[in-house]
T-cell receptor, first 112, second 114 residues
């Protein structure tokens, strides 16, 4: 089956700096890559996603990039704020894979 | 829509007792997933259903765990007998398509087995 790896497991940045979280996947059949944010004690919530026919997608301060050749995708957060502090999960999936496969998560801490 | 609804939010039980977690997916969503989250293992998929039929239960840790989906609007995850190592947050999620759209998660049930 698919294997999604996520790095780093923890990330600390100063408020206003950028944060980048990277994921790799193994199955070339994967064509859908969502990102989830989970605040402490809350549910994972979808914040942005990208499909394999697109190389980059932006939504205000967050952006995702996808490199199909290298089988990796990344989440970029610019101008970080303390409220960005959370665990972020990447995932990969596709119609032939049967389900989404999640990475292990990245604990992002933004220091004021 | 009220989203994915899970109950109870918190459950504290003694070792050996039966525990039943409940989930109501979003109306119209054909897929339902049960996840377990711990610090050690992250998000683990336990089982998922499509149109009320279990598709993949390979993540169910052992025979003490069972899940049912008697209809499109209700699913249960049962642990019998419970053990302290079952302590975790259990999430239910639903989706209207498989692998090509994101899942919507419920608020989770925090289970503590003492």
């Amino acid at each position: 089956g698919e294997n999604v790896e996520q790095h780093p497991s923890t990330l600390s940045v100063q408020e206003g700096d950028s944060a980048v979280i990277k994921c790799t996947y193994s199955d070339s059949a994967s064509n859908y890559f969502p990102w989830y944010k989970q605040e402490l004690g809350k549910r994972p919530q979808l914040i942005i996603d990208i499909r394999s026919n697109v190389g980059e997608k932006k939504d205000q301060r967050i952006a995702v990039t996808l490199n199909k050749t290298a089988k990796h995708f990344s989440l970029h957060i610019t101008e970080t704020q303390p409220e960005d502090s959370a665990v972020y999960f990447c995932a990969g999936g596709g119609s032939t894979l049967g389900r989404l496969y999640f990475g292990r998560g990245t604990q992002l801490t933004v220091w004021p | 829509d009220a989203g994915v609804i899970q109950s109870p939010r918190h459950e504290v039980t003694e070792m050996g007792q039966e525990v039943t977690l409940r989930c109501k997916p979003i109306s119209g969503h054909d897929y339902l997933f049960w996840y377990r989250q711990t610090m050690m293992r992250g998000l683990e998929l336990l089982i998922y259903f499509n149109n009320n039929v279990p598709i993949d239960d390979s993540g169910m840790p052992e025979d003490r765990f069972s899940a049912k989906m008697p209809n499109a609007s209700f699913s249960t995850l049962k642990i019998q007998p419970s053990e302290p190592r079952d302590s975790a947050v259990y999430f239910c999620a639903s989706s209207f398509a498989q692998g090509v759209v994101g899942y919507t998660f419920g608020s989770g049930t925090r289970l503590t087995v003492v």
